[in-house]
């Protein structure tokens, strides 16, 4: 049986004794991030800054996030099962999950921006000029985040046979033009619309951090950036059959 998993949680809390702008300062230099950024951090309360970690290495974030005055807690992670890359397509009865090692980032991946997310024939139209609609068994792959510093949730729409995905913010899409995916708030929309596009196309793709999301959990914070997470994802649908990209 594996090690269970566990989730670093800051909970935007600060410890008794401790000034506020000394632990975002502080916290700052540790993580290598903006103090602005980890400000907005604290101030939304309960955020996940590691994810995916063993017990002993969950605690040694406590440790050292205690030591700069700021609390913290351990979230267990509930299992989800991967699908191999190769593994045939077919009902979807589990989620068919990428967990690739971080790669370099390269422009080559870099996102191109969607002005929004229609309903078209068959597929979704990303309302480009230069960009005809997708057909469902078009995408490849779907990805859920936060962008902390605009404070917005966004989507990203990996097209096979193609290296940059579509980037849309999640209040950019028309959910009321996709059967049963207008909900009274965007996140639980877009959580959603990705189900429905996955139930049009079973041979779908999702990260882990979207897989989460997609179970119920948060939206992954994107502690990286844009272009090396981008990267990351497109470099791993070389090994999928059928997705890709040229």
Avoid: W
Avoid at 207 to 213: E, I, K, L, Q
């Amino acid at each position: 049986m594996p090690s269970p998993l566990y989730d670093v949680v800051l909970t935007g809390e600060i410890a008794a004794g401790f000034d506020r702008q000394a632990v975002i300062d502080t916290l700052s230099r540790l993580f290598h991030r903006d103090a602005g950024h980890i400000a907005t951090l604290m101030r939304r309360g309960a955020q996940t800054i590691k994810r995916n970690v063993n017990a002993q290495t969950g605690r040694q974030y406590l440790q050292t996030l205690a030591k700069a005055g700021a609390v913290g807690s351990l979230t267990a992670v509930k299992t989800v099962r991967e699908a191999k890359p190769s593994g045939a397509s077919g009902p979807r009865s589990e989620l068919r999950v990428l967990s690739p090692p971080s790669r370099p980032a390269d422009v080559n991946f870099a996102p191109i921006q969607a002005n929004r997310i229609s309903r078209a024939a068959e597929g979704i139209d990303l309302n480009r000029i230069d960009t005809p609609p997708l057909k469902f068994g078009d995408i490849a792959l779907l990805a859920a985040y936060e962008d902390p510093e605009a404070e917005t949730i966004c989507l990203l729409v990996f097209r096979q046979g193609q290296k940059r995905p579509y980037g849309c913010e999640a209040n950019r899409i028309v959910f009321t033009d996709f059967p049963g995916t207008k909900a009274t708030g965007a996140l639980e929309s877009l959580r959603l619309f990705m189900q429905f596009v996955g139930q049009q196309h079973p041979a779908l793709y999702v990260d882990r951090p979207t897989a989460h999301f997609l179970g119920g959990r948060p939206p992954a914070i994107l502690d990286i950036d844009l272009v090396k997470y981008t990267t990351t994802l497109g470099d791993a649908l070389l090994s999928v059959p059928g997705a890709s990209p040229d």
